[in-house]
């Protein structure tokens, strides 16, 4: 049974970085991507990147460039995800989400119960 | 980058009765669409997938169709759990992948 389980929700001042890991279990896990969306009043859903855990490459989209770091711990099967240079408009729940039923497509299936994280001064 | 624009933003539904929802796309994505549920405080859930494929364990009132730019999501027989809101996601061509604003159903 696939399970994702997240950090709890923090709360960073503007210029900040927030560091969000996600816990993966059972047995596919390890071979799938794993991507990042987060969820936002303004912007809704967004896809932020995805790592790879078992190379650990990683692609971002474009507007985290320079922002964004996705790393994995194998021996833990954690996830992280580190945003940088925190604005108010960062303030979203965080989600890591994975595809096994097709996974050759990103359609995610499984996801964390999410992170929220607030920033605020 | 596509933009994906869903419609209505808000329907009122009586529970038993059917719902249509719309997905349009920016520009083709041929079926590479994905339909999300999402109830308050909840995470989203895979519905549908490849524009007309439910996921694994979602009821056969749920179904979506259409290709291109312009899709439907259909559900049959609201019940109480059904009202939530519902996204599209395009990943034709991805990354980049890219949700719709979403679509309230609410109880009428």
């Known amino acids: 049974q696939v399970q994702l389980v997240q950090s709890g929700a923090e709360v960073k001042k503007p210029g900040a970085s927030v560091k969000v890991s996600c816990k993966t279990s059972?047995?596919?896990?390890?071979?799938?991507?794993i991507h990042w969306v987060r969820q936002t009043p303004g912007q809704g859903l967004e896809w932020m990147g995805w790592?790879?855990?078992?190379?650990?490459?990683?692609h971002y989209a474009q507007r985290f460039q320079g922002r964004v770091t996705m790393t994995m711990d194998t021996s833990s099967t954690t996830a992280y995800m580190e945003l940088s240079s925190l604005t108010s408009d960062d303030t979203a729940v965080y989600y890591c989400?994975?595809?096994?039923?097709?996974?050759?497509?990103?359609?995610?299936?499984?996801w964390g119960q999410g992170a929220l994280v607030t920033v605020s001064s | 980058e596509i933009v994906m624009t869903q419609s209505p933003a808000t329907l009122s539904v009586s529970p038993g009765e059917g719902a249509t929802l719309s997905c349009r796309a920016s520009?083709?994505?041929?079926?590479?669409l994905a339909w999300y549920q999402q109830r308050p405080g909840q995470a989203p859930r895979l519905l549908i997938y490849?524009?007309?494929t439910r996921a694994t364990g979602i009821p056969a009132r749920f179904s979506g169709s259409g290709s291109g730019t312009e899709f439907t999501l259909t559900i049959s027989s609201l019940q109480s759990e059904d009202f939530a809101v519902y996204y599209c996601?395009?990943?034709?061509?991805?990354?980049?992948?890219?949700f719709g604003q979403g679509t309230r159903l609410e109880m009428k």
């Open positions: 989400v994975i595809s096994v039923e097709a996974p050759a497509t990103p359609n995610f299936d499984y």
């Open positions: 059972g047995n596919t896990v390890t071979g799938h991507n």
């Open positions: 790592i790879t855990p078992k190379s650990g490459g990683t």
């Open positions: 520009q083709s994505v041929r079926s590479n």
């Open positions: 490849g524009a007309s």
């Open positions: 996601q395009q990943y034709n061509n991805w990354p980049p992948m890219t």
